[in-house]
């Protein structure tokens, strides 16, 4: 993608100038100008199933006073268009409290990733024969493999962002993901796996032999527990949740409840509770959105501000919440970073980065042989969160029985039902083998889909309702 500057195309200096008089009687705002190349393919039953490439570019104007937010947004770069969304922006706002407009040089942040192309990195016929390989391989690992899809996603994304106060950012996101999918039959019954990898650094440190050598061998041994997995027993039970991956259960049923604009409207479970103890003092939690190469990670956020490590739970106490510029001002705190959004065409809200539980002082071996009986939750698929009030319902992929401090039977059809402020007070171990889950995840809301990581050590939660198929 040739590369040009945006604010030059929207009208430079007059661009500026334009921008500032739009914002000057606004409480905040700012304008995101964005480029975008993406690519998605799927090799699925032994040939290409689909190829798809996107390229877009456009621009969003907002204006906020108060809680009122004017958002006009185009897929023109003119100085046309600029001024149609500046008009739009001053109808629809009252007059906020004046605010200096002051042109400033581009402000510095510390890079977190690369700036290669990932959709430009590799030929397409040498994306093929990756997929035709990783497909082949993965046929190979066991007869009763009988169905292989092999998925890749590479994005790069460029922005700018101009600031009512005249400051500029500059930042420019690559992603790559990679997933191999495995479907197993035998006489009886059918088992499926999934794995997958992926982050912001360059393709090729992700595309290797070996990282999807891995994928497909791990998706093969999930399908095939699957086939001898017996049916969940339903109940109420204490369960084992493995590291990593399963953190998705606290990104949903937890964090979601912790981010700015739920808390302040009081729609929160964990609202009015700030300083509080809210689970043990094994449980410290944070959203760090500054962890190099990571999917969730962000060099600065969509409104021009550097990310942070921000505490939300420390040692049981809740500490913090996840800001965004706008809920920030309304409660009388900083921004942490967490201002995002999917792209140009829509207007940031207090989303997550990488949120993840620390390590606990309690060996995995430990945890299990504590537990007389249970439920080993290895990994989650989907489910479903009500965000304001946490409750969450998640199927398990991968579950064990636990007898006597041991991992039994595999079983399938397991869900895990609660919720989140619950589940935290009946955490009752934590794991010191905290890890990150292999970069795959996606966090929806409002209908805005961004790039998150999760992770957790080991835990054991007491008492958690079950869901299972068993007669």
């Not at 149609?84 to 407009?101: D, F, H, M, N, Q």
Request: proline share 4%.
């Amino acid at each position: 993608m040739e590369k040009q500057n945006d604010i030059d195309l929207l009208g430079g200096t007059a661009a500026l100038s334009l921008v500032a008089e739009t914002l000057k009687n606004a409480d905040d705002g700012e304008i995101f100008i964005e480029r975008s190349q993406s690519e998605s393919l799927v090799f699925d039953d032994g040939r290409l199933r689909s190829a798809s490439f996107d390229e877009s570019q456009g621009f969003g104007l907002r204006a906020v006073t108060g809680e009122t937010a004017a958002y006009a947004h185009s897929t023109q770069l003119t100085p046309e268009a600029l001024k149609r969304a500046a008009e739009t922006c001053v109808s629809i706002l009252g007059a906020g409290r004046p605010a200096k407009i002051d042109v400033s040089p581009e402000a510095g942040a510390t890079k977190l990733y690369g700036a290669d192309n990932p959709v430009e990195a590799q030929g397409f016929g040498s994306k093929i024969s990756l997929l035709e390989e990783a497909d082949a391989f993965t046929r190979s690992l066991d007869p009763r493999v009988k169905q292989v899809s092999v998925s890749m996603g590479l994005s790069w994304q460029k922005v700018t962002i101009l600031r009512g106060d005249g400051s500029i950012y500059h930042d420019v996101r690559p992603m790559t993901r990679f997933g191999i999918s495995a479907v197993t039959r035998d006489n009886k019954t059918s088992g499926q796996g999934n794995h997958g990898f992926g982050g912001r650094a360059s393709p090729m440190t992700y595309l290797t032999e070996a990282n999807w050598k891995e994928s497909a061998r791990e998706a093969v041994r999930q399908a095939l527990v699957g086939l001898e997995a017996a049916d969940a027993p339903a109940g109420e039970m204490d369960v084992l949740l493995g590291p990593g991956w399963p953190g998705i259960l606290l990104h949903e049923a937890i964090g979601h409840g912790l981010e700015g604009d739920f808390n302040r409207k009081g729609t929160s479970a964990f609202a009015g509770l700030m300083g509080s103890r809210i689970a043990s003092e094994d449980v410290t939690v944070v959203d760090d959105g500054t962890i190099p190469d990571r999917r969730g990670s962000i060099t600065i956020d969509d409104e021009g501000t550097k990310p942070n490590c921000t505490t939300l739970i420390d040692k049981g106490i809740l500490v913090g919440f996840m800001q965004d510029r706008m809920n920030a001002r309304l409660s009388g705190v900083a921004p942490t970073g967490n201002g995002r959004r999917q792209s140009f065409a829509h207007a940031p809200l207090p989303r997550m980065t990488n949120t993840y539980m620390l390590n606990g002082s309690r060996h995995p071996d430990e945890i299990l042989a504590s537990m007389k009986k249970g439920l080993y939750a290895k990994s989650f698929g989907g489910g479903q969160v009500d965000i304001t009030s946490g409750k969450f319902v998640f199927t398990c992929t991968e579950a064990y029985m636990i007898e006597d401090g041991k991992i039994g039977k595999p079983v399938k059809g397991a869900i895990l039902i609660g919720a989140g402020a619950e589940a935290l007070k009946r955490i009752a171990m934590v794991g010191n083998d905290m890890s990150l889950d292999p970069g795959i995840g996606t966090c929806g809301k409002q209908g805005q889909g961004v790039p998150v990581g999760v992770g957790q050590p080991t835990l054991r939660i007491n008492n958690l309702t079950v869901g299972g198929t068993a007669t």
